[in-house]
């Protein structure tokens, strides 16, 4: 058997997931104002926060038996490491993407928007 050195730095990464990307404390406060004001009106019931090394995301459901009527991500770069600013936030609805902006201002303004009737 040989010696061998291991720089005890790399020993502690070689096991590591890369690490999760989580909404800021004022990011969820944002989130959750909006979802108590949803709730408020009977639109929304409930929601559900996952976070990846690739995105953070809110989602909300009109019943938590229903696949989620929104999802508000906040994405990442897939190495794991935080985006630069440019449209690192979404907001799709059945994977129909419904805003993408800088901020998650930006993208929240698409719930202000009055809902209109679409004809197929």
Known sequence: ???????LQDYRQAG????????????????????ATRVIKGEWRDY??????ESASFMVFKSSREYPQFVISKLGKADG????????????SRERKLSQGHSLDDVLAVFNRPLGLVSG
């Open 16 to 35: 590591r997931k890369p690490p999760s990307l989580f909404f800021t404390r004022a990011e969820l406060s944002r989130l959750l104002g909006l979802y």
């Open 81 to 92: 490491r935080k985006t630069a600013r440019a449209g690192c936030y979404v907001v799709t």
């Open 1 to 7: 058997m040989g010696n061998f050195i291991v720089r």
């Open 48 to 53: 559900a926060i996952s976070s990846s090394p």
